[in-house]
């Protein structure tokens, strides 16, 4: 086997292994049928100096976040 196939075969199997540890698949008795695999994102102002804004996505308004403070998922 040359050095190419072997890095190839070699990148291809941690290119599946990154994918899969990205994955979570809830299971267990209590599982969702159903599981949202949206992501949740939490905005936090730590920036010392700035002064207090709207965090919009989208749009809509998530928030006026003040030093210190965060918006919920």
């Given amino acids: ?6 890095f190839l075969a070699l990148g ?5 292994g990154v994918w899969g540890a990205c994955v979570d698949i809830p299971n267990g008795p209590a ?3 159903a ?3 949206r992501s949740q994102v ?3 102002h730590a920036a010392p100096g700035v002064a ?9 308004t ?4 003040a030093l ?4 919920t998922y």
Avoid at 52 to 60: L, Q
Avoid at 68 to 71: E, I, P
């Fill in 1 to 6: 086997m040359s050095l190419k196939k072997l």
């Fill in 12 to 16: 291809l199997l941690a290119l599946v």
């Fill in 31 to 33: 599982t969702n049928i």
């Fill in 35 to 37: 599981p949202d695999f």
């Fill in 42 to 44: 939490r905005f936090v």
């Fill in 52 to 60: 207090a804004n709207d965090v919009k996505v989208d749009g809509s």
């Fill in 62 to 65: 998530l928030g006026n976040i």
């Fill in 68 to 71: 210190g403070s965060a918006t």
